[in-house]
C-alpha cells in the first residue's frame, strides 16, 4: 500500500496545479479498467448532434412536395438537395472557428453551445412553413452545431491512451448511429395525424406541422443532453508558468516548469499526415452523404420512377434495423479489426467493398416483396458498417498526426472540408437523382443506374488516395 501511495504521489507531481487538463491526465494514469461513465457521455453527447442531421430525409420528398415549390414530381429530388446541404453549408463556414475557439477556451463551451444549436434551430425546422424557412433554420443549425471536430479531439484526450482507438470508436459509432436513429425517427414520427390518427387530429398542432414531432422528439433529448454537459470534464490544458508551456503529456514525458523555451507550432497546413487523411475523408465523406440522402428519395419514390414506393414508416424501419446491425459490429468487432488490420487497410479494403454493393441496388429494386425488404435492409446494414469504419479509421489518422494543443483547430480543418463535400453530396445527389428519374429509356446508365455508378466512381477515386505517397501516417 505504502508503494502504490508513493507512486500516485508521484504522478500528482508531473502536473500543474488548477489545470483541468492536467486533472484528466493524471486521472487516466490512475485509471484501471474502461472508463465506462466517459464512454456513455461521449456517446449521447454525439448522438444528440448527429439525430437532426439525417433526420429529415425519409420525410424530406414529402415536405418538399407540401411546400409546393417544385412545379413537377420529377424536380422533388433537385429541391430536396439544396435543403439538405444548407446545413453542410453552413458547418463549413464555421468548422475551422469552432476549432480555434476550443483551442483556446476549452473544448466543453463549444460543445455546450453545439447542443444548444440543436434544442432551438431543429425545432424550428420543424416549425418550418415554407422552402426558405426551412433552408434558413438548417443552416443556422449547421453554423452553431460545431462540436463534432473538438469532440473528436477531445475523443483521444478523455482516455488513456490503450483506449483512444475505443474512444474514437465511440465518437464515430454514436455518430453513425445517430445518422440511421434520427431518419427512423423521422420515417416514423413524421405526418403523425395521417399515420396515428386516433392520436393526433388534423387540427392539432402536430396535425397543422406535420413535421414538428420528429423534430421535437430530438431537440427535448438535446435538450437534457445540454444540461448534463455542464458536468463533463474539460481536457484542454490551460496554465503558462514563467512563459513556459506544456507539453504533450500522451507519450507519459512532461515539461517541468520554467525548464525550456514554448516550442513554436507546425503548420497544420504543411503537415501532410493530416492533410492527406483529410482529403481522404472529405472524399468518402461526399459518398457517404449523397447515399444518405438518395437512399431514403429512391425508397419513397414511387415504382414509375424506378424507386420502391416506400413509406416513410417503412424507411424508419430499414434504417432501424440498420442501427441495431452497426451498434454490435462498432462495439464488438471493430476495435479488433482496427487492430489486426490497421486503420488504413480498413479503409483500403471496406472502400474497396462498397463499390460492388452500391452497383447492386439499382436491381435490387427490379425485386418485390420479402425478398426485396431482406435485400434492401441487408445492403442497408452492410454499406453503413462499411463506410463507418472508413471513417473510423480516418478519424484515428487524423488525430494521432498532431499534438493535443492543435487538435482543435486540425479537427475544425477537417470538418469544414468534411462539410464542403458534404455539402456538395445533397446538392448533386438530388439533382443527379431528378435527373436520372427523367431518362429511363437511356441506353447508357438509364435511370438510377447513373446514381448509383456515380457514386461508385468517387468511392473508387478515395480507395485509390488510401495508397502511397497520398496517404502518409503521422508519428504521433
Not at 487516466?28 to 466517459?38: M, T
Not at 503529456?249 to 492533410?275: D, F, I, V
Not at 475523408?281 to 419514390?301: G, I, K, P, Q, T
Not at 489518422?397 to 475544425?412: F, I, K, M, S, T
Request: aromatic share 12%; with cysteine; glycine share 8%.
Amino acid at each position: 500500500m505504502a508503494v502504490e501511495e508513493q507512486m500516485k504521489e508521484a504522478l500528482l507531481k508531473k502536473y500543474y496545479e488548477n489545470c483541468p487538463g492536467c486533472e484528466v491526465e493524471r486521472q487516466n494514469e490512475l485509471q484501471r479498467g474502461l472508463p465506462v461513465k466517459r464512454l456513455i457521455s461521449m456517446w449521447i453527447v454525439v448522438l444528440s448532434g448527429a439525430l437532426p442531421i439525417s433526420s429529415m430525409f425519409p420525410f424530406l420528398y414529402f415536405m418538399v412536395r407540401d411546400f409546393h415549390i417544385a412545379k413537377r414530381e420529377e424536380d422533388i429530388g433537385y429541391y430536396a438537395g439544396y435543403m439538405g446541404c444548407s446545413f453542410m453549408l453552413g458547418r463549413a463556414m464555421t468548422s475551422v472557428i469552432w476549432g480555434v475557439v476550443a483551442d483556446r477556451y476549452g473544448r466543453k463551451p463549444v460543445i455546450i453551445v453545439g447542443v444548444a444549436a440543436v434544442v432551438i434551430f431543429n425545432t424550428m425546422f420543424g416549425l418550418s412553413i415554407n422552402f426558405w424557412m426551412a433552408i434558413t433554420s438548417r443552416f443556422l443549425l449547421g453554423s452553431l452545431n460545431g462540436f463534432l471536430g473538438p469532440i473528436k479531439a477531445y475523443s483521444t484526450e478523455v482516455f488513456p491512451y490503450e483506449y483512444q482507438a475505443l474512444g474514437i470508436s465511440t465518437v464515430s459509432t454514436a455518430w453513425g448511429i445517430g445518422l440511421i436513429i434520427g431518419p427512423a425517427l423521422g420515417g416514423f414520427l413524421a405526418q403523425p395525424a395521417e399515420k396515428y390518427p386516433s392520436l393526433f387530429s388534423e387540427d392539432s398542432l402536430f396535425g397543422r406541422f406535420p413535421y414538428l414531432l420528429p423534430c421535437l422528439v430530438i431537440s427535448v433529448f438535446s435538450l437534457v443532453v445540454m444540461i448534463a454537459c455542464f458536468w463533463l470534464p474539460e481536457t484542454l490544458h490551460m496554465h503558462n508558468e514563467q512563459g513556459d508551456s506544456y507539453d504533450n503529456l500522451e507519450s507519459g514525458k512532461n515539461k517541468t516548469a520554467g525548464a525550456g523555451e514554448k516550442t513554436p507550432k507546425k503548420s497544420l497546413l504543411r503537415n501532410w499526415p493530416l492533410m492527406s487523411s483529410v482529403i481522404v475523408y472529405c472524399v468518402f465523406s461526399l459518398v457517404d452523404m449523397a447515399y444518405s440522402e438518395v437512399f431514403s428519395l429512391w425508397a419513397v419514390s414511387p415504382r414509375k420512377l424506378e424507386g420502391l414506393s416506400y413509406s416513410t414508416e417503412d424507411v424508419g424501419e430499414i434504417l432501424s434495423i440498420t442501427g441495431v446491425g452497426l451498434l454490435l459490429f462498432q462495439t464488438f468487432f471493430y476495435p479488433y479489426i482496427d487492430r489486426l488490420l490497421g486503420s488504413v487497410m480498413v479503409a483500403r479494403i471496406f472502400g474497396a467493398l462498397s463499390i460492388p454493393l452500391l452497383s447492386s441496388f439499382p436491381f435490387i429494386a427490379m425485386l418485390s416483396g420479402i425478398s426485396l425488404a431482406v435485400m434492401v435492409t441487408s445492403a442497408s446494414v452492410l454499406k453503413n458498417i462499411l463506410s463507418l469504419s472508413i471513417v473510423t479509421g480516418l478519424f484515428l489518422l487524423q488525430n494521432r498526426a498532431v499534438e493535443q494543443d492543435q487538435r482543435g483547430a486540425a479537427n475544425g480543418i477537417a470538418m469544414t472540408g468534411m462539410s464542403l463535400f458534404k455539402a456538395v453530396g445533397p446538392a448533386v445527389g438530388g439533382t443527379i437523382l431528378s435527373w436520372a428519374q427523367k431518362r429511363q429509356d437511356a441506353t447508357f446508365l438509364p435511370g438510377v443506374q447513373l446514381v448509383f455508378f456515380s457514386m461508385c466512381v468517387i468511392e473508387f477515386i478515395g480507395v485509390l488516395m488510401t495508397f502511397k505517397p497520398f496517404l502518409v501516417q503521422g508519428e504521433n
